[in-house]
C-alpha cells in the first residue's frame, strides 16, 4: 500500500499546484477595475482555488500518514471540485461567447453595444440596482485618467488599441462627431441625434461617458476579455485534474485490494 500511497501523494502535490494557477488567475482577475467594481465576479475564481488547495492538502495528508478514510473523502471532494469547475468552465464560455464590440472605421479601438451581450451579463452587471454603485467605482479607479498622460495627438488617439472600458467610458461614440481635444475631452458634435450616448457625454472629467449604454457594453467586453483569459488556465487545471483524480482512484483502488490480500494471506498464515 506504501507504493500506492506514494503515487496519490505525488498526485496531490500536482493539484496542488494547479490549485496555485487558479489562485493566481483568481488574484490577476480580482485586480483588474471591471472585477474590482463587480463583486459578483470577484470571487469565484479565488473560491474555487483556494477550496482545492485545501482538498489537495487533505489528500496528502491522507497519503502521508496512511489514512484511508482520509484519502476516501479527498477522491469524493475532489470528484465535487471538478464536476464545479467543469461547470463553471461552460457556464463561463455560454455567457461571454456573445461579443457586442465593432469596429469603426479609421480607429484602432473597436466600439460597443450593449445589444451584442449576453442576457444575463446585462442584467447582471448593467441593471439599474447595481450600476449606479459600479460607475463610482469606475470613475474613482481613474482609467480614463490615464488616457491624458498617454496621448497627446489625435492622431495617435486614434489608432490606439484601447480597453473596452476606455473606448465606452472615455470618450463619445464616434458616430456623434464630436471634435477632439485630448483623449477626455470632445466638443461641438456634428450628429449628436446619432445615438443617444451623443447626448449623456460630458467633458467634466466626473461624467464623462459613465452613464452611456456604450460604457455599460465597454465594461461588459472587459470582462468577456478577462474571462476568457482566465478560461485558458482553468481548462488547462481541469484537464491536468480529471487525469489526476483518475490515476488517483486507480492507486486507492490498488492499495485497498493490496490491502484485502494481505489480510487474507495473513488470515492463512
Request: include cysteine.
Amino acid at each position: 500500500m506504501a507504493v500506492s500511497n506514494n503515487i496519490i501523494a505525488v498526485l496531490n502535490f500536482i493539484s496542488l499546484l494547479c490549485s496555485v494557477l487558479i489562485l493566481a488567475a483568481g488574484i490577476w482577475f480580482a485586480s483588474k477595475p471591471d472585477a474590482a467594481c463587480i463583486h459578483l465576479f470577484r470571487y469565484p475564481i479565488l473560491i474555487l482555488g483556494v477550496l482545492l488547495l485545501l482538498v489537495s492538502l487533505l489528500g496528502f495528508v491522507g497519503a502521508y500518514w496512511y489514512k484511508e478514510g482520509l484519502l476516501g473523502i479527498y477522491l469524493c471532494f475532489m470528484a465535487v471540485l471538478v464536476v464545479v469547475l467543469v461547470v463553471v468552465l461552460v457556464f463561463a464560455f455560454v455567457v461571454t461567447r456573445p461579443d457586442g464590440g465593432y469596429t469603426v472605421a479609421g480607429r484602432g479601438y473597436e466600439e460597443y453595444r450593449l445589444a451584442g451581450f449576453s442576457g444575463w451579463l446585462r442584467e447582471k452587471v448593467t441593471g439599474n440596482e447595481n450600476w449606479g454603485r459600479i460607475r463610482v467605482c469606475l470613475q474613482e479607479s481613474g482609467v480614463c485618467g490615464k488616457l491624458d498622460e498617454e496621448f497627446v495627438s489625435a492622431s495617435d488617439f486614434f489608432m490606439a488599441h484601447l480597453s473596452p472600458i476606455q473606448s465606452g467610458c472615455c470618450k463619445p461614440p464616434t458616430a456623434c462627431g464630436y471634435q477632439y481635444v485630448n483623449p477626455t475631452m470632445w466638443v461641438n458634435p456634428t450628429n449628436p441625434t446619432a445615438d443617444p450616448d451623443c447626448t449623456l457625454w460630458s467633458s467634466d472629467q466626473s461624467q464623462l461617458c459613465y452613464n452611456c449604454s456604450s460604457c455599460k457594453a465597454g465594461l461588459l467586453g472587459n470582462v468577456r476579455l478577462e474571462w476568457r483569459k482566465a478560461n485558458l488556465v482553468l481548462i488547462a487545471t481541469v484537464v491536468v485534474l480529471i487525469c489526476v483524480y483518475v490515476i488517483a482512484c486507480s492507486a486507492f483502488r490498488n492499495a485497498q485490494t493490496e490491502d484485502l490480500f494481505r489480510r487474507y494471506k495473513r488470515g492463512w498464515t
